[in-house]
């Protein structure tokens, strides 16, 4: 049997034990020795035993080395090293040769070699806690930034697949845009507060504070002068941005019926096309505020969109299922409204006015969407005006991420009929929050909500797959008008310069597979290896 030894004096307070257990049997006389080992701060969470020995590790962040008779080796704390942050702990440790790795409590993982202690290589690094929505670009370096409810904000690398860089916030973390010169980045907070951020340095140019609800929205007009800034309490703020020193406020929106959920300037920067959680697509004025009267759910004649993230519209409609309870009055006359990208323009057609006969948000008013992270049955219509939480265009093609976990790929313009045709593509084990291209529009990023994963994807002409990227078994939506170009088996999408197109999975940050998941989703645990990506046909 074993039994646990006791310490021989009363433990201080804030002091922990680490107790050896003893074996006793007719063969071994019990060793009556009181053997115990304190540490100064913390509890003590992971002990691994191997050849060499014992490591133990816990919430001080270091990690302590013992021989086979418990006497001490080493002791190596991260919070002194080279991934030092404030809060890092240690919460499971393995000792092999030379190697340690450490898992944290922030879903990392650090390998450290004897010979450079003080240098933890990160094998795995990724958010963790609650929701994972915030993603923005930066518009000139291969970077983008994520902002999450674990309260921090990461930097990465497109090119290294790295997170170079990390900021703790004071809060959860909902948004994040960066400004048109990559200077700035603005970050959105669940208490309603908007920290502007200074980049790459990552310290704080100012705070906005006007708000008490998550803002879930923020974007930079074409030349960097106004920021705007969509919350849950449905109002839209606009603020001088044009200096570091200013941020004052330029106005506001009436309440608007709904949380704001997406926004985009025109390329003027006098109009702000907003979407909201009830299905509406309006537009306001900007830096006023005013809503446009009249408007009828279209543009002014002739309108240049500087972006295009709207879910709504007649020029996205193909992305929602057929079944969708959403009413268009079919307008009388078809005029044009048009986007502008960084590389090439396109032009569309203006959405009707949408009447959504869907029951009210109301529990999505004070966190955009409570999913558990239990994926939903597979759904390919529709019936929910938040269904889609994001879209983003580039070269003629439109991307779309959704609550039943998929990414989806459509030619742009999509046509005002329902339930384009398709390419849909697997491996977030939940609702797909977010999805950005890059500039160039060579990758793709997409966020899971409750699998805190960052997917990156290469965008290239189907028919062959590079060298050393994955490909992802995509599905055929099966529905809609395709070009007569499309062959079965191809690309489901043919692009307006009519090259075939679909996504490879390149890299994704870290997928941790969640506790009872659906069987065919745990093929999917493997994500960040070598392994290729598993759809769910």
């Known amino acids: ?28 006389p019990l060793n009556t020795s009181q053997t115990a080992f304190t540490f100064p701060q913390g509890a003590i969470f992971s002990m691994h035993h191997g050849a060499d020995g014992y490591a133990t590790a816990g919430k001080d962040g270091a990690f302590r080395l013992w021989d086979q008779s418990f006497a001490p080796i080493t002791c190596v704390n991260l919070l002194d090293s080279s991934v030092a942050y404030p809060g890092l702990s240690i ?12 898992g944290t409590q922030d879903s990392e993982i650090f390998e450290v070699t004897v010979q450079d202690k003080l240098h933890p290589v990160a094998l795995a690094q990724g958010h963790a806690d609650g929701e994972l929505w915030g993603l923005a670009v930066h518009p000139r370096e291969p970077l983008f930034l994520t902002a999450s409810d674990d309260r921090t904000v990461r930097v990465w690398s497109t090119a290294s697949h790295a997170c170079t860089a990390r900021k703790a916030l004071p809060a959860e973390a909902r948004s994040a845009q960066f400004s048109p010169a990559g200077d700035r980045v603005a970050v959105g907070l669940k208490d309603g507060r908007v920290l502007v951020l200074r980049f790459p340095e990552l310290t704080q140019a100012a705070a906005l504070a006007d708000r008490q609800e998550a803002v879930h929205s923020l974007k930079f007009s074409p030349d960097g002068a106004v920021l705007a800034v969509g919350c849950n309490d449905g109002y839209v703020d606009f603020y001088n941005a044009a200096t570091n020193d200013g941020f004052g406020r330029l106005g506001s929106s009436a309440r608007l019926a709904s ?22 697509r309006l537009f306001l004025r ?12 279209k543009p002014p004649k002739g309108t240049y969109w500087h972006t ?30 048009k986007i502008l990208l960084p590389l090439s323009p396109h032009c569309c057609c203006e959405s009707p006015p949408q009447k959504i006969h869907a029951q ?26 938040n269904d889609v939480n994001a879209t983003d265009i580039c070269k003629g093609l439109v991307v779309s991420g959704d609550d039943f976990g998929r990414v989806k790929l459509f030619r742009y313009p999509t046509g005002p009929d329902k339930g ?40 290239h002409a189907a028919g062959g797959q590079p060298d ?47 506790p009872g998941s659906h069987p065919s989703l745990r093929r999917r645990s493997g994500l960040c290896g070598r392994r290729g990506v598993r759809g769910t046909d």
């Open 1 to 28: 049997m074993f039994h646990a030894s006791r310490a021989p004096n009363p433990v201080p307070s804030g002091i922990r034990q680490l107790l050896l257990l003893h074996h006793t049997s007719p063969s071994f």
């Open 91 to 102: 919460r499971s440790v393995c000792w092999a040769g030379d190697r340690i790795a450490c």
């Open 259 to 280: 949380f704001v959920t997406q926004m985009d300037f025109s390329t003027d920067g006098t109009l702000l096309q907003v979407n909201l959680g009830n299905g509406e």
């Open 286 to 297: 900007a830096p006023g505020g005013g809503e446009l009267a009249g408007s009828g759910g």
């Open 308 to 337: 295009w993230t709207s879910v709504f519209g007649e020029e996205v409609n193909g992305i929602w299922g057929r079944s969708h309870r959403a009413v268009a009055a079919q307008p009388s006359a078809v005029t044009c409204s």
């Open 360 to 385: 009210p948000p109301q529990h999505r008013m004070h966190t955009h969407h409570p999913h558990t992270g239990t994926p939903a049955p597979r759904a390919g219509k529709y019936t929910d005006a």
């Open 420 to 459: 384009a045709r398709h390419r849909s593509y697997g491996g977030h084990s939940a609702h797909v929050t977010n999805v950005r291209f890059t500039p160039d529009c060579a990758t793709l990023l997409s966020t899971g909500g409750a699998d805190h994963a960052v997917f990156q994807w290469r965008l």
């Open 468 to 514: 050393g990227h994955y490909h992802s078994h995509s599905e055929d939506s099966g529905t809609g008008e395709v070009s007569p170009a499309f062959r079965k088996g191809a690309a489901c999408i043919v692009p307006c310069n009519a090259q075939r197109t679909r996504l490879h999975l390149a890299i994704c940050t870290r997928v941790a597979p969640q």
